[in-house]
C-alpha cells in the first residue's frame, strides 16, 4: 500500500511582476495512513500554502504531489473539485459555516455535490452530528451554538463524506483552553479510527496531542519528528491539567 | 448535483434578502406588466378595427373614377368624371361574380325639417345600395327602383340624422327639405356606428341617385360604384373582372394605366392591420426596453450577491463544488427572479389591460402568445443577464474565496 501523501521536492513560487517569492523551497514528504501530524512554524513558514496543496485547493509550481497514490499534478479543476469532495475534509480556524443555514444543512454541504439521494443525505449527515456530538443539534444556526460547537459542526461537515484526510488549519485558534483540548480529543478519536490527521498550529499545547511534529521555517522543513510520548487529550480533560497551560500564563484566547 | 436542490437554494438565498429580491424584481415585474398591457392595447385596436371594417362588408368593392397614376402625374382618386351609370348596370349584367351593383353620388347638404336643420352628407344611389351596404331598416322601408327611375323626392335617413331632425316623433311619411327641395321620408336606417376612420355613418341621407344628379346636384357623373361580390371568396375575382369589364367599355389599350381604381375591403383591412400591427409592435418594443432595464437590475444585483458570498463560494469549493455546481448555483438565482418577476408581471399586465378596458375604455385583448412571449423572454433574461455574475463567481480562486473578508 502506498503512503497516503508523498511529495517529492515541491517548490510554490508566487510572482508578482517582477518580484519571486518561493514560498515552498522542495518540500519531501511522506505520510502513511492514520498518522496524526501536527504542522509548525511562524507566520509566512509556507505551512498554509503546503495545506492548501495537501488539499488540493492549488497546484504546486514545481515537483510531484502523490495522494493515495494518484498523481496531483496533472489535473484538472473539476478532478481536483471531486478529490476535495471524496477524500479530504476541510477544519478552519473561522469554522467556515454557512451563517442563517442550520447545522445539519451545512454538514449536508458535501453530499450536495456527490449526488448522494435525499435520505441518504440526511442519514449521512445526521449520523456525522452524532459523532462529534451534537446530534440534538441539527436544527440549530451557527450564531445559536458556541465556538466549539460550531467547531465541532464544522468536523461533523468534514467527517461526512468518510475522507481519508482531515485538514485543519488552526482549529483552535478562535477557541479557550479547554475547547481546544476537547477538539483536539474529537481529532484523536477520528484518528483512532483510521483518519490520517493533519494540524496546522503554532501553539506547543496544541501540536503535543500529535504522533509526529513537523517544523517549518523559510519554506523548508526544519525538524520532522515523531512525539516519543504523546498526550492523550481526554485523559488531560479528566483531570483538568489544561487548567496550567496557556489559560495560566496569561494569554488571550 | 440535483436541480431540484439547486433551485432550493435559490430560493431560500433570495428570501433572505427579501426587500432586495423584490425591488430586483420590480424591474421585471414593470417589464413584464408593460410588455403583455401595451400589446394587449394594440390587438385590442387591431381587433376593434378588423371588426369594423367586417361591418361594411368583406365582400365590397369600390369603384372610383381617375387612376391613382394618369402619366407618371399622381391625381387623387374623384377629380376626373370618368364612370357612367351605365358601368354600374353593365357590372351587375356581364360579370357572373357580382351580386350586387349601385351607383353612388355624394354631397354635403343641410337637411332640415319643420323646426331643426342639421347638414350631413346626402348619399344618392339605386336600392341595391341597402343590401350592398348589409343595412336594414329601423322602420319604413327603402325607395324603389322606380323612385329612381322617375326622380322621386323620396328620401331614407341615417339614425343620426333622424335623431337630429325628428328626435323622439316618428320621421316616416314626413317632410325634409335638403338645399330647398323637400322629400318624403321612406324609412330610417338601423344604426350601424363608428366606421374603421372614426365616422359616424349613421350621420347620413340616401335619397335616389338620379334625383340628387339632376334636382340638387346638376351633375351628369358617378362619384364612385359599390359592388357587391357573390361571397367574400369571390371578392378577389370580382375585383379584376370589373378592372377588365371597365377598360373594355372605356376603350383603355393595352399598356396605358386605368382612368379608374377598384379597391376592395380587404385592401383596406389590410392597411388598416398593418398600421395597427406596427402601433403594436412599436408598444411592446418601448415596453421591452423596461424589461431590458429590469435585466440589468438583475446582474447588478448579482454582482453585487457574488462579491458578498464570496467565502460561502470558497466554502462550496473546499467542500468539492466544482466550477459549474457554482455558476448553476448563481445562473438559477438570476432565473428564479426573473422567472418570479415574469409571474408577477404577468399578473400585473393582465389587471393593468383590464384597468385600462374599463377606465379609458380601450379594447384589449390580452393574447395567450404575448404572455407565453413576455414570460420566455423574462426567463431568457435571467440566463443573458446572469450569466456574467455567475461565471465571475464560477472562476473565482478557492483560496482567495476562502481568505475573503
Not at chain 1, 502523490?66 to 469554522?95: C, S, T, W
Not at chain 2, 369600390?62 to 368624371?81: C, D, E, L, R
Not at chain 2, 354600374?88 to 361574380?97: D, G, N, P, Q, V
Amino acid at each position: 500500500m502506498p503512503p497516503l501523501i508523498q511529495t517529492e521536492n515541491l517548490w510554490k513560487i508566487y510572482r508578482t511582476g517582477e518580484i519571486e517569492l518561493a514560498a515552498l523551497k522542495g518540500i519531501s514528504l511522506s505520510v502513511t495512513r492514520a498518522e496524526f501530524i501536527a504542522i509548525m512554524g511562524p507566520s509566512g513558514s509556507g505551512k498554509s500554502t503546503l495545506m492548501h496543496i495537501l488539499g488540493c485547493l492549488d497546484r504546486p509550481s514545481r515537483g510531484r504531489y502523490l495522494l493515495d497514490g494518484v498523481e496531483i499534478g496533472g489535473l484538472k479543476p473539476n478532478d481536483l473539485a471531486r478529490i476535495r469532495n471524496q477524500k479530504i475534509g476541510f477544519v478552519f480556524q473561522g469554522f467556515n459555516l454557512l451563517h442563517r443555514t442550520t447545522a445539519i444543512e451545512n454538514v449536508e454541504l458535501p453530499i450536495l455535490y456527490d449526488g448522494l439521494s435525499v435520505r441518504e443525505r440526511a442519514a449521512r449527515a445526521g449520523e456525522a452530528l452524532e459523532r462529534v456530538g451534537l446530534g440534538d443539534r441539527r436544527y440549530h444556526y451557527p450564531n445559536q451554538l458556541s465556538g466549539g460547537q460550531q467547531q465541532r459542526v464544522a468536523i461533523a461537515r468534514a467527517l461526512v463524506m468518510r475522507p481519508q484526510l482531515i485538514l485543519a488549519d488552526e482549529p483552535t485558534g478562535n477557541l479557550d483552553t479547554r475547547t481546544s483540548v476537547e477538539i483536539m480529543a474529537l481529532f484523536q478519536e477520528l484518528n483512532r479510527d483510521g483518519i490520517t490527521i493533519m494540524v496546522v498550529t503554532h501553539e506547543p499545547d496544541v501540536a503535543r496531542y500529535a504522533s509526529r511534529i513537523i517544523a517549518f521555517r523559510d519554506g523548508i522543513i526544519r525538524s520532522d519528528r515523531p512525539v516519543s510520548r504523546h498526550t492523550d487529550a481526554k485523559e488531560v480533560l479528566s483531570k483538568g491539567l489544561f487548567e496550567s497551560s496557556k489559560d495560566a500564563r496569561g494569554e488571550v484566547p | 448535483m440535483n436541480l431540484l436542490i439547486v433551485f432550493k437554494i435559490a430560493g431560500r438565498a433570495l428570501a433572505r434578502n427579501t426587500m432586495r429580491s423584490a425591488l430586483t424584481m420590480l424591474g421585471i415585474i414593470i417589464g413584464v406588466g408593460a410588455v403583455i398591457a401595451m400589446v394587449a392595447v394594440g390587438q385590442g385596436a387591431k381587433a376593434q378595427v378588423e371588426a369594423q371594417i367586417a361591418s361594411i362588408g368583406s365582400n365590397l368593392l369600390m369603384v372610383f373614377p381617375g387612376s391613382t397614376t394618369q402619366g407618371g402625374v399622381h391625381a387623387g382618386s374623384g377629380t376626373v368624371t370618368t364612370l357612367t351609370e351605365e358601368d354600374s348596370r353593365a357590372i351587375k349584367k356581364e360579370l357572373s361574380s357580382v351580386w350586387l351593383s349601385a351607383p353612388t353620388v355624394r354631397t354635403v347638404a343641410q337637411v332640415v325639417s319643420a323646426n331643426q336643420n342639421w347638414s350631413t352628407a346626402v348619399t344618392g344611389s339605386t336600392p341595391a345600395f341597402f343590401p350592398i351596404r348589409d343595412w336594414s331598416f329601423e322602420s319604413g322601408s327603402p325607395f324603389t327602383q322606380s323612385d329612381v327611375d322617375g326622380a322621386t323626392k323620396t328620401a331614407v335617413l341615417g339614425k343620426t340624422v333622424a335623431n337630429n331632425l325628428f328626435g323622439s316623433r316618428d320621421p316616416i311619411g314626413q317632410i325634409v327639405r335638403i338645399r330647398n327641395v323637400p322629400f318624403k321620408v321612406a324609412g330610417v336606417l338601423s344604426p350601424k356606428g363608428q366606421s374603421a376612420m372614426g365616422q359616424d355613418q349613421d350621420d347620413t341621407v340616401i335619397i335616389p341617385f338620379s334625383t340628387l344628379q339632376k334636382r340638387i346636384m346638376g351633375v351628369t357623373n358617378v362619384g364612385a360604384i359599390l359592388v357587391s361580390a357573390n361571397s367574400p371568396l369571390e371578392a378577389a375575382v370580382a375585383q379584376e373582372q370589373v378592372r377588365l369589364l371597365l377598360r373594355q367599355r372605356h376603350h383603355i389599350p393595352p399598356g396605358q394605366d386605368d382612368d379608374f381604381t377598384v379597391r376592395s375591403m380587404s385592401d383596406i383591412a389590410a392597411a388598416a392591420e398593418a398600421s395597427s400591427s406596427v402601433m403594436t409592435l412599436l408598444l411592446g418594443s418601448i415596453a421591452s426596453v423596461s424589461l431590458i432595464v429590469g435585466g440589468i437590475g438583475i446582474m447588478n444585483i448579482m454582482l453585487v450577491s457574488v462579491t458578498e458570498r464570496t467565502r460561502e463560494i470558497g466554502i462550496r469549493m473546499a467542500v468539492g463544488a466544482r466550477g459549474r455546481d457554482i455558476l448553476l448555483q448563481f445562473l438559477v438565482e438570476a432565473v428564479v427572479l426573473s422567472l418570479a418577476g415574469g409571474i408577477l408581471g404577468v399578473i400585473l399586465g393582465v389587471v393593468g389591460s383590464r384597468i385600462v378596458s374599463a377606465f379609458v375604455h380601450w379594447p384589449t385583448i390580452i393574447s395567450l402568445s404575448s404572455i407565453l412571449l413576455a414570460f420566455t423572454f423574462s426567463i431568457a433574461i435571467g440566463v443573458f443577464f446572469g450569466l456574467y455574475p455567475a461565471r465571475r463567481a464560477a472562476s473565482l480562486d478557492p483560496i482567495e474565496a476562502l481568505r475573503y473578508e
